[in-house]
């Protein structure tokens, strides 16, 4: 018996080890979406501002997250060369972000002899029969953020670049959401049209 027993441990030991390689294959980095308008020419553009009403604002108030984004989206726009003006910019910027839980369920199968097991007890010492198995099922609650960025021809009012990034959410980046932010828009603007490259901590 417990031989049987440590032989059940060590295959529940190894099913959770299945489990949990899987899940960390499936840990990917962010998905990055962009698109630009074919007709914008970006070196007549050299200023840019906000829309009126940024996407990450509430209820006609500015956020905490809403300033997280106006730092990281200005410190991007102005290592392009644009410069910020808050009165009749030739671009606004606008953005969006949410965080949404999403379920991942992984199935194993778990082999369960059934040796010495009850009615079957009298094959006990003499000789095994097959496994059969049992499904087990592990579910996993995880978090998933997305932000888009928009840049829009001010006096047109026309969309010319569109920017969005999709991915799971560790602890670390649920608490210190400022920088999480700054890495995704630097993670963006290396889409950019015009970018020259940087570190996102310059």
């Not at 299945?18 to 308008?37: D, E, F, Q, S």
Request: hydrophobic share 40%.
């Amino acid at each position: 018996m417990q031989a049987g027993k440590a032989l059940r441990n060590a295959v529940l030991a190894a099913t959770a080890m299945a489990v949990v390689m899987a899940m960390a294959g499936c840990a990917t980095g962010p998905t990055i979406r962009t698109a630009v308008n074919p007709g914008s020419d970006f070196s007549h553009y050299q200023t840019f501002g906000w829309v009126a009403e940024l996407g990450t604002d509430r209820a006609g108030y500015s956020t905490i997250t809403t300033n997280h984004f106006k730092a990281a989206v200005r410190r991007e726009m102005e290592a392009l060369g644009f410069e910020y003006s808050p009165s009749a910019p030739d671009l606004l910027v606008n953005f969006h972000a949410r965080i949404e839980e999403r379920v991942a369920t992984y199935t194993t199968r778990e082999p369960i002899s059934m040796l010495g097991a009850g009615y079957y007890g009298y094959r006990y010492g003499l000789y095994t029969a097959w496994p059969y198995y049992a499904r087990d099922i592990d579910t996993v609650y995880y978090k998933v953020g997305t932000a888009n960025i928009d840049v829009v021809d001010a006096d047109e009012r026309q969309l010319i670049w569109e920017g969005v990034i999709e991915g799971r959410l560790t602890e670390d980046e649920l608490d210190n959401p400022r920088q999480a932010i700054a890495e995704a828009v630097h993670e963006l603007f290396e889409e950019f049209p015009t970018r020259k490259g940087r570190s996102p901590d310059q």
